[in-house]
Nanobody, 125 residues
Framework: QVYLVESGGGVVEAGASLTLSCKGSGRAFQNFAVGWFRQNSGKERELIAA??????NLFNPMNDRFLISRDNDKGAATLQITSVRSEDAARYYCAAKEAFPGDHFYTLPLEYRYWGQGTQVIVSS
């Protein structure tokens, strides 16, 4: 099992940049593919980006404002958001799926077994 804790949310001005962090503990973080999702009340959880366990394979269906990365030595993954917009306001979740020995990313929420509690992003104008 891996435990995930997100941080870095809060109030951010529109146009600013923001970095969200996901710290994993428990089992070896490097064996887990990671995804970042966001969700607003009443809406489905939306994939922002995904990264394979090595970090070599990325999936970023959003535009260039979002960048996912990971540091397995630190057991952490990050999501950088640039030029924050009002529509980026949401609760952001980090999720992990055990992926060893493959090196794939995963795009569906149901594929992920482990989830953090999320970190709230509020955008001020």
């Amino acid at each position: 099992q891996v435990y995930l804790v997100e941080s870095g949310g809060g109030v951010v001005e529109a146009g600013a940049s923001l970095t969200l962090s996901c710290k994993g503990s428990g089992r070896a973080f490097q064996n887990f593919a990671v995804g970042w999702f966001r969700q607003n009340s009443g809406k489905e959880r939306e994939l922002i980006a995904a990264i394979s366990r090595s970090g070599n394979n990325l999936f970023n269906p959003m535009n260039d404002r979002f960048l996912i990365s990971r540091d397995n030595d630190k057991g952490a993954a990050t999501l950088q958001i640039t030029s924050v917009r009002s529509e980026d306001a949401a609760r952001y979740y980090c999720a992990a799926k055990e992926a060893f020995p493959g090196d794939h990313f995963y795009t569906l929420p149901l594929e992920y077994r482990y989830w953090g509690q999320g970190t709230q992003v509020i955008v001020s104008s």
